[in-house]
Structure formats: C-alpha cells, structure tokens
C-alpha cells in the first residue's frame, strides 16, 4: 500500500519567549490509503494543531507534509485553498457551523464547492440521524445536534480525506457509536481517515494508532484486528 499521507519532522510554536509553547514538536507518521488512523492525546497535546495543519488551515513552522505526492507544506495561500476545497472533509471539534444558515444550507454550503463530485445534503442528514432536523438553525439544535451536522457537512464533501476532530465529544453513547459505525464503514468503502481524540475507547477500532503527548509523538502501530465498533465499551 502506498502512503496517501506522510508527515516528516513538523514542528509548530506560538507565542515567544516566556509564552512560547511548542505545540508540535518534530511530527513525523505515515498513512495509509483507505485506513483508520486514530491519534490518541490528551488535552493539549497538540492534536487540533495537528490536524489543522494536516487539512490546510494552518501552516507548520517547518516540516514536510506530503499527500498524494505533492508538498502541501510549500503550498501558496491559495494552493491551499483549493487543497482543502477538493481533498478534505473536516470535522472541526467546535463545529464551526454557520448560525444564520440551517442544518441543511450548511451541509449544501460545503457541497457547492464540491460539484457533480457531493452527495446529497438531505441524504447525509438522514444518515447521520438529523433526518427531522434539516431546517433547523445550529441556534435551535443541541450540541451533539450540531456536531452531526458538521460531520454531516464533512462526509456529503465525498472528499477521499476526512480528518476528525473529537467526532464523538458530544455525543451521548449510542449516537456516539453510530457515528464511528458511519466513519468506519467510509473507510471500508475506500476513504482514509483520521480521528484526533482523547477517547482512549476509540484506540482499538483504528487500523492504526498513534499516540501523541506535549507535542511528541510517543508511539505508532499498525493494529492488524481493529475492533469492531459494537464491541467497544466506555
Ligand atoms: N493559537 C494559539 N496560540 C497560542 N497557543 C496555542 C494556540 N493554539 C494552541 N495553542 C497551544 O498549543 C498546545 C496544543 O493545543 P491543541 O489545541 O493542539 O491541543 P489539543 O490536543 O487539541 O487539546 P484538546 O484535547 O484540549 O482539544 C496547547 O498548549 C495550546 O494552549
Ligand atoms: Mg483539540
């Protein structure tokens, strides 16, 4: 299998001097195409640093990230712009719904951009459970509401990357579980994903796993007999 993603020393710092943070600190992993890779942390860890940067929203001070070949980390502001339009569904941790648009006009926001190559806005809202939800401003849906209708704006994207910030931070258990079914069968299907949680749950239903703490990736295998979501307890 060729990598779909490789990361190779990105490093990234805010602030100077005495509030200078190093939040990723010589990064380096692969990916698969067509895997589940689960990056495991917690809080501060330098995991939504990582994933911003993994899906184009922000730059590494220095590395090297290449997908499908090219290195996005040289890529001018507007390379990224098309980057993150045509490779990537993103789930951000903090939704980042658009409040004066509804459930669906949100998900059709993110089709747009996408042409012939989205699916079905209404589609996806059924699928993720929001089926009776469609018209409903993110004002006028609860938290896990509004979480399933950012996945919903990721997956109708039909991107072949889809990054996922604490997907099921959320959610209570069940639609948790649904959730990570759907994500699940995704990869099944081909796409290549890639979930950032403190979940420890979540560790073993990866086809990988990645362990990151103070900004440093602490270990990385591969895990042969993911399993099944169904079985996965917490
Ligand atoms: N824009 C920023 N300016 C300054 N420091 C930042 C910024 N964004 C993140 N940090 C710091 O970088 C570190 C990593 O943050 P990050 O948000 O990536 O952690 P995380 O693993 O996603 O945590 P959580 O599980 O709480 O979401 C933290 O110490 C955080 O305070
Ligand atoms: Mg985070």
Redesign the pocket.
């Known amino acids: 299998m060729a990598a779909l993603l490789t990361a190779i020393g990105l490093t ?1 710092t ?2 100077k001097g005495n ?1 200078k ?4 600190d010589d990064v380096s992993f692969a990916v698969e195409r067509g895997t589940l890779t689960i990056i495991l ?12 940067i993994l899906g184009g929203m922000d730059k590494a001070d220095s590395g090297v990230l290449a997908v499908d070949g090219s290195n996005v980390a040289d890529y001018s502001q507007q390379k990224r712009a098309k980057y993150r339009r045509d490779k990537i569904g993103f789930v951000f ?1 903090f939704y980042n719904l658009m409040p004066n648009l509804t459930a669906k006009e949100n998900v059709e926001l993110a089709t747009e951009m996408r042409g012939d190559k989205a699916m079905d806005p209404v589609a996806i809202l059924n699928k993720v459970g929001l089926g009776h939800r469609v018209n409903n401003f993110p004002s006028q849906l609860s938290g896990g509401e509004q979480q399933r209708v950012s996945i919903a704006r990721a997956l109708a994207k039909n991107s072949d990357l889809i990054l996922c ?2 997907p099921t931070g959320a959610l209570d258990y069940q639609t948790g579980k649904d959730i990570l079914s759907i994500l699940y069968n995704l990869v099944k299907e081909g796409k290549t994903i890639i979930i ?3 979940n420890s749950a979540l560790q073993e239903m990866g086809d990988h796993l990645i362990r ?1 703490k103070n ?1 440093k990736i602490v270990s990385d295998e591969l895990n042969p007999h993911p399993k099944d979501i169904k079985d996965i307890e917490w």
């Open positions: 990234k805010y602030g509030t943070v190093t939040a990723l942390g917690p809080s501060g860890a330098g995991k939504s640093t990582l994933l911003n941790q910030d604490e950032v949680t403190h990151i900004g």
